[in-house]
């Protein structure tokens, strides 16, 4: 027993040993006198506190970790919702940073950073949703960070602030996948490259080859996408219950009938689970193509599944050969892209 005890103990040594040591060094402008920073971490969806920091006789905060990987917490202050900054540590990193508490707008501004380029690059983007809280136009931090990650796709902090586009992610794949693919092969198990290769293996990008669809027809026979190769082809995944799904139909109705005669096709998949409300809606609506397909699965519908979709309506253009040309066109979009095509 003895023996084994101190073969453990050897073992907890060697990786204490190897465990590198990171710091961060935080002052603090504008928040109460007292004010303490919380160090917490995500958990659940939820923000769990894991850490107290106490200010100095100079008014310094002090944080110190050990590990053999980056580490990303975030600090806030302990006020009830509180403004969070994401802090990120590499080992042996020794940084410093400068924040300071915006009460009018219950925001924590990154103002300073040594020591550090993922912090200097998540202090532009402090300073960029500040800006935008201030001006109250929100939409200025997705049109402003995406050139800022692209310029620098290798840094670790590019791989975090990337998934500000989560919701987007159809539209700005191609940066997940640039920012993916220039990270340091050290961090290929990282938590953050990680996430973004899986959200990567869940879509079909432009460029790729449509996956073949064959499902049951509204009378039962079996339709192919397949049978429609040498037309342009939308794939659109919708349903009965989708309100904006059955508010876009009447846009998608007259774009077929002004290409349809030039080779464009619609092939519908729907996301229903009830036949007759599936039937009942291409009828209420109009959709005259007759390439109408469902396993009636919901959510668990095959195509769906296979093309990663996770919301309705969404789309899927493909071209002449079988290619995805775009994603999630719609509206005044889709007809644009569409003229543009059979213009050429």
Request: charged share 25%.
């Amino acid at each position: 027993m003895k023996r084994s005890l101190s073969l453990a103990l050897l073992l907890a040594l060697a990786l204490t040993a190897a465990a590198q040591k990171s710091t961060a060094t935080v002052t603090l402008a504008g928040a109460p006198a007292g004010a303490r920073l919380m160090v917490a971490e995500a958990q659940g969806g939820r923000l769990v506190p894991t850490d107290t920091l106490t200010a100095d006789k100079k008014g310094r905060f002090r944080l110190e970790r050990y590990s053999h990987q980056p580490e990303t917490v975030m600090l806030c202050l302990d006020v009830e919702r509180s403004p969070v900054v994401h802090l990120m540590l590499l080992p042996s990193e020794k940084i410093t940073l400068g924040l300071h508490y915006r009460s009018d707008i219950n925001a924590l501004d990154v103002e300073s950073v040594q020591g550090s380029d993922n912090m200097r690059l998540y202090q532009r983007f402090s300073n960029l949703n500040t800006r935008a809280q201030q001006a109250r136009q929100p939409q200025r931090v997705a049109d402003s960070l995406a050139p800022m990650l692209e310029a620098q796709p290798a840094l670790l902090m590019s791989a975090l602030l990337v998934t500000f586009y989560e919701q987007a992610f159809d539209q700005y794949a191609p940066l997940y996948r640039k920012i993916r693919d220039a990270q340091n092969p050290a961090y290929s198990q990282h938590e953050l490259v990680k996430h973004l290769d899986s959200r990567l293996k869940t879509v079909l990008l432009p460029g790729t080859e449509a996956p073949e669809i064959a499902l049951p027809s509204p009378s039962g026979d079996t339709l192919r996408l397949s049978d429609l190769r040498g037309k342009v082809v939308l794939i659109d995944f919708w349903a009965s219950w989708c309100g904006p799904c059955r508010r876009e139909n009447p846009n998608v109705v007259a774009l077929y009938r002004r290409y349809h005669d030039k080779g464009f096709e619609i092939f519908s998949v729907s996301l229903d689970q009830n036949g007759d409300a599936w039937r009942k809606a291409i009828k209420d609506d109009g959709l005259l193509w007759p390439y109408h397909v469902s396993d009636l699965l919901y959510w668990n519908s095959t195509a769906g599944r296979r093309y990663g979709i996770n919301s309705i309506p969404a789309t899927v253009l493909v071209d002449r050969q079988g290619r995805i040309l775009a994603r999630n066109l719609r509206g005044e979009e889709l007809g644009n892209t569409l003229e543009k095509l059979f213009a050429q």
